[in-house]
């Protein structure tokens, strides 16, 4: 999945580049520039887009960099489009400047939202019932914190102040809590800061496909048993395909990521919860929305999930759930008796913007429906 996600980046990148070159290559001024050599204009007008890229590259990284580039070339192809259109309604070409200016000025507007979209975090809330409750259930839930990429240990201590402030029952951590390139003294300084969380029933945490990396723990400066033992030194509880009673009538099950399959793999959703009291409130917490229907059948009553980022981006939304990758983007299902929440992630991987949805941490409160 992830090869033809980089090969499609990269293939993109290249199109549009040659579409924008080729397009800015015919302009006056290069032509006056080159003197009229069209090999000439063309050469030039690489070399400068991709001095562009790689100035914005230096700026943020190799991934933003790309994702602004394709961006503007998309804003590029559209101004042209609607260019197109005047030009065979009105019967006359728009200067030639006005595609590139609009073009850029579009791209620039709209992944300035997409940052403030990733950097203001939000609050989400939702209000679900139950008969096997006896009184009200407060949680929050956070996921995709992907610490050191908008926000390091300090920044991660005024979203817990927050929720302190919320008096939640129960607060829990559906994976991705770091990220591959997460600096040692963020890690220690952000599990640190999930130390001063006050629950009633406590902070569970389950793993993401992140938390355990994909680099070798040399790069990293740490390794993933450092970072459980960090987060069970702050009085977070790290749920591995395992089930906790929290009070008279709430069971949390924390299930191993999906990714887990791969390293000797993990219980299915009937194993974890056939010897529970089914008369309790069951809440399942795992990482990626992928098994919903093994979820249901099992007797969950509310599954909470990250992984998505919401779909990241406009264009994007929906290809998780089209390729069958996640069975719920972003937001409330509910299937059968079973709540689904899937969260589009208090922070984000890598890329700097987010323009399909919004980074959030959840409030789900729980009545008695008696």
Not at 31 to 54: D, E, N, P, Q
Request: glycine share 8%.
């Amino acid at each position: 999945m992830w090869l033809f996600i980089i090969a499609g980046v990269f293939l993109a990148y290249i199109a549009g580049l040659i579409y924008i070159s080729v397009k800015t290559s015919r302009s006056v001024l290069m032509r006056r520039i080159t003197k009229g050599r069209k090999k000439s204009a063309l050469l030039l007008c690489l070399v400068l887009f991709l001095l562009l890229t790689g100035v914005l590259w230096l700026l943020l990284n190799g991934t933003n960099a790309l994702i602004i580039m394709i961006h503007l070339y998309c804003f590029w192809l559209i101004c042209d489009f609607v260019s197109f259109l005047v030009k065979k309604i009105r019967k006359k070409e728009p200067k030639r400047y006005v595609v590139p200016v609009v073009a850029m000025l579009l791209c620039a507007v709209y992944l300035t939202y997409g940052w403030i979209s990733l950097h203001k975090v939000q609050q989400t809330n939702y209000e679900l019932t139950s008969a096997k409750l006896t009184e009200e259930l407060r949680v929050v839930h956070f996921a995709d914190s992907h610490v050191g990429v908008t926000f390091g240990g300090e920044g991660l201590l005024k979203y817990v102040e927050e929720i302190n402030r919320l008096n939640p029952d129960i607060v829990v951590i559906t994976g991705d809590f770091v990220d591959d390139s997460t600096p040692a003294e963020e890690l220690r300084s952000a599990c640190d800061a999930l130390g001063k969380l006050q629950t009633r029933y406590g902070v569970y945490f389950v793993w993401g496909n992140h938390d355990r990396g994909y680099y070798n723990e040399s790069s990293r400066g740490w390794s993933a048993k450092e970072l459980k033992e960090r987060l069970i030194a702050n009085g977070v509880q790290v749920l591995e395909d395992q089930a906790v009673q929290v009070s008279d009538s709430v069971y949390v099950i924390g299930r191993l990521d999906r990714s887990d399959e791969q390293r000797g793999g993990r219980k299915s959703a009937a194993e974890l919860l056939s010897g529970l009291d089914q008369s309790k409130y069951l809440i399942v917490l795992d990482h990626q929305p992928h098994d919903f229907d093994a979820e249901a059948a099992a007797g969950a009553d509310l599954v909470l999930c990250g992984h998505t980022h919401g779909g990241q981006f406009i264009p994007i939304l929906h290809v998780g759930e089209l390729t069958g990758e996640h069975d719920l983007r972003y937001g409330h299902e509910k299937r059968g008796n079973t709540d689904f929440v899937v969260t589009s992630g208090i922070s984000n991987w890598a890329l700097q913007f987010k323009t399909g949805c919004i980074s959030e941490y959840v409030v789900i409160d729980i009545k008695p429906s008696h």
